[in-house]
């Protein structure tokens, strides 16, 4: 690389040079348009972050009805929110590697069963007082104490106790977890004062930035903490969330410069975006992925053969063209991908097969009636017509798949989980563990697919005991090959996270954790 | 006591009786759709003994008759209750919101109601020709569009082609009035354009028809100039059906305007109203559902006081 155009990488990095003028100096230079991209980051992160300013994002996934509660956070303005007033004990890294934050360091005894979360000193709340380990205590008991109705309720499941030692807080579990550190990394478990027991929705944290005004459903705006743990890592004066549910709306609005970073863009029109000027698309694939999901324990779905019929006649590549416009990766009947730690990859890729699928259909001994699959439009974007494309690849190897359209409202409540077989959304998990705990497990709440294998759930237990990673890997392949060929899961693609961001940003570099760099925008980007 | 007097104080305590049946209504309407509030706050996450602990919570295990007492006598000493979803003060946000509903559908109104009139009779004076069929024509064409459609190719040339006024058209008290117009200034378009052909129609039609009438004749006969005629012998005589359909319009700028609320980011009611009814959060839903129909029984009770007013015959009874 010539040094003239590390120099202009810096100046356009600085905002001395536009990108735009920059990319196509790089271009005549012979530097494909990805390297130019990645050169202006690394030159970008080089510079430094620039210092000041208000940061607008423009988030999707917001109701008036919500709240600071961290207990009650399911959408991702209350999620964005979170980020800006409060921390977590860990945090997973972009790259995956699990960060220590409100917690100095983590340690486990040798079966794993009981962990030490060492806790950072002179850590302030927003309210002036010394956050303390007795508060983090009762905030891990306010997420899952018997009458909790917390999200992360779930995942604190395993818990025999908890208590306070010193400046450490320990939890000692019932059934050993080697992924315990990556559970306390959940976004629910931010740290409140008094565990926040008296106002859990005062907006109150060791963030760093401090709540001005929140208006539910409408706005939140926020201050940088000047007295944050971490220093100066806030890179705007001041940061706001404008709640724009509407998808032509927000992309109006970036366009228009009333904010810098959308979440949410339509697959369908993030390509015009793209090339609209001003603004870019930044996509990065997660953990969340599309699925069907099918009751292994009602008929006719009790049957392997007719499963593995459905699994083998659905077009993952086509879905992944159509639905998610390459926007995505083809799945394959695994929740887990290779964002995961610990994925086997040489498990291999099932692909469409519509003789295979006729075989099976026809082992399956079902008497032709039609196979109702049902769907709505909440249960993932383009689920109708994903499930409209699956109905015709099953009609080419003569199985009779019939779309029962439900309404969105009341879809998770009525449709998922009670009825055999229907669309549905999993955001994914940090870790295997946690999303085969969480809906695979035959004791699982959330076990969608009535899956139910005694070996699974016994490696699953081995899995979780077991610290040589090594040998992890091997339990993991396993049960994802069970998984794979027995399950109840049909599962076409992981869709990627695709945000649009201004021009006047930089910095910005996606985080495979959730959409607008795992909702860090105000201390990882800057304005250019 | 005087007729007119007695009028109002009957249509009143007979609104009073259906804003209760509507709050009736809307309970019901709420018990019947599949799903609580508890479902909805948790979403997917949601496990049996976290419903169980947050239903207890909220209180959703009490009868259906027993809460809806309990929230009616709350609402008759002045407490809408706080929301289920987020513990807020239901008076508080809901006031937040209808003033800024009520703020938008004046100016819409005062931008459209005399634009309506105006051109109502501007079509009468030169009926038939060029100016009445070019009015007709585009008004006609802007009711028919869809207003979120009109929304967007408005956002799409004012707003990102332009840059002329925001798309986003968020307010909040820190701005002064001024900055609140500018913001605002793209959804009153769209609802002016959505309102006025109504509005401009009737007025045209109730004019033309009382211009049917023998007294006109006599006025063009005494040699009046054709605006005079309109202006003081048509219009005061056709003005009850414009009245009509003057405050079936204010109505719908209040209770309707949910889309372009939506696509403009607009923080007013019927954004409000539909997270809380997709939360069923059923005191917020309630509070607003009588706060709708106050609204509509209101207006309409208004437009019917008028029209006697307006009208010798009603006012001076035999």
Redesign the interface.
Known sequence: MSNELKQLATKAAKGLVSRRDFLGRAGALGITAVGANAMLASAAKAAGPNKGGHLVQGIGGGESSNSLDPALTASSVPFGNLKHFGDLLVQIRPDGVLEPRLAESVEATSDAKTWTFKIRKGVEFHNGKTMTPDDVLKTMQRHSNEDATSGALGIMKGIESMKVDGDNFSVTLTTPNADLPYLMSDYHLVVQPGGGMDSPADGVGTGPYILETDEPGVRSLWKKNPNYWEGDIGNYDSSEILVINDATARTAALQSGQVHMINRVDPKVAGLIDRAPGVSIKSVAGRGHYVFIMHTNTAPFDSNELRMALKMVINREEMVNKILRGYGTVGNDLPINASYPLFDETIPQRKMDAAKAAEHYKKSGHDGSPIILRVADGAFPGAVDAAALFQESARAAGIPLEIKREPNDGYWSEVWNKQPFCASYWGGRPVQDQMYSTAYLSTADWNDTRFNNPRFDELLFSAKAELDDAKRKALYSEMANILRDTGGLICPMFNDFVDAVSDKIAGYEPDPNNELVNGFAMTRTWLA | MHPILKLVVQRVALSLLLLLAASVMIFVGTQI????VA????????????LA??R??LGLNDPPVTRYFDWLFGVLQGDLGT?L????DIGE?LG??LGNTLFLAFWAAVVSVPLAIFLGLLAVRYQNRWPDKLISGVTLTSISIPEFLIG?VV??FI??KL?WF???A?I?ESMSLGQKLNAIALPVFVLTLVVLAHMMRMTRAAILNVMQSAYIETAELKGLSMFTIIRKHAFPNAIAPIINVVMINLAYLVVGVVVVE????Y?GMG??LV??V??R?VP?VQASGLIFAAVYIGLNLIADLVSILANPRLRHPK
């Open positions: 759709l599949p799903g609580d479902q909805s706050i948790l979403g997917q996450a949601a496990t049996p003994e976290s602990n947050l207890a919570e929301a979803t987020n513990g807020r946000s937040k919101r967007y956002m799409y707003s990102v840059g925001s798309s986003v968020m909040n939506v696509v403009f980011v923080p954004q409000y997270d809380h997709s939360k959060d917020v």
